[in-house]
T-cell receptor, first 114, second 113 residues
């Protein structure tokens, strides 16, 4: 089976840095994704890692260690609009027809306070 | 036009009703998905269509019936649902089935009484 763990909630201060961790156990790993979901809105794609290392995109960075089954999303210079849920998702071989599909974690609700 | 559009945004139905959720994507993608999002649970894959053919059916009860008449449209037909089926139903699309970047619609919030 597949298992994805991430903290349920986090709180951080405006202007600070926050790191959201994600650990996973899966077979047929084929990439890790982070999505952002504001309350009442659709999830939107943030980042993708398939090789070990850090991917940087503006204020957001994502890290992957495949050997450890571990990823983190780093948000710098936090803004109030960053208050949202952050979903970790792993693409792996699906148990059904053998295609690669995304399995999501429960999401981490980040609250940014002044 | 937004990338992925879902209607209705909100739906309240009784357990004996029949209703349908509609999804339309204007991105030229070849794969479409239905996900279920319940409170305090992860997004749960329900169905995957690639080039209008159903590829995955994640052991979803038959009271949920998908339909993909063409690569731009996806429906979820609902019949004799249970209160525990109340959730946000999200449609998504991707370039093809092996591209992980999903583009989601805003979702249809379903309440079953």
């Amino acid at each position: 089976g597949q298992n994805i763990d991430q903290p349920t909630e986090m709180t951080a201060t405006e202007g600070a840095i926050v790191q959201i961790n994600c650990t996973y156990q899966t077979s047929g790993f084929n990439g890790l994704f982070w999505y952002q979901q504001h309350a009442g809105e659709a999830p939107t794609f943030l980042s993708y890692n398939v090789l070990d290392g850090l991917e940087e995109k503006g204020r957001f960075s994502s890290f992957l260690s495949r050997s450890k089954g571990y990823s983190y999303l780093l948000l710098k210079e936090l803004q109030m609009k960053d208050s949202a849920s952050y979903l970790c998702a792993v693409r792996s071989l699906y148990s059904g027809a053998g295609s690669y599909q995304l399995t999501f974690g429960k999401g981490t609700k980040l609250s940014v306070i002044p | 036009e937004t990338g992925v559009t879902q209607t209705p945004r909100h739906l309240v139905m009784g357990m004996t009703n029949k209703k349908s959720l509609k999804c339309e994507q204007h991105l030229g993608h070849n794969a479409m998905y239905w996900y279920k999002q319940s409170a305090k649970k992860p997004l749960e894959l329900m169905f995957v269509y690639s080039l209008e053919e159903r590829v995955e059916n994640n052991s979803v009860p038959s009271r949920f019936s998908p339909e993909c008449p063409n690569s731009s449209h996806l429906f979820l037909h609902l019949h004799t649902l249970q209160p525990e089926d109340s959730a946000l139903y999200l449609c998504a699309s991707s370039e093809d089935m092996n591209t992980g970047e999903l583009f989601f619609g805003e979702g249809s919030r379903l309440t079953v009484l």
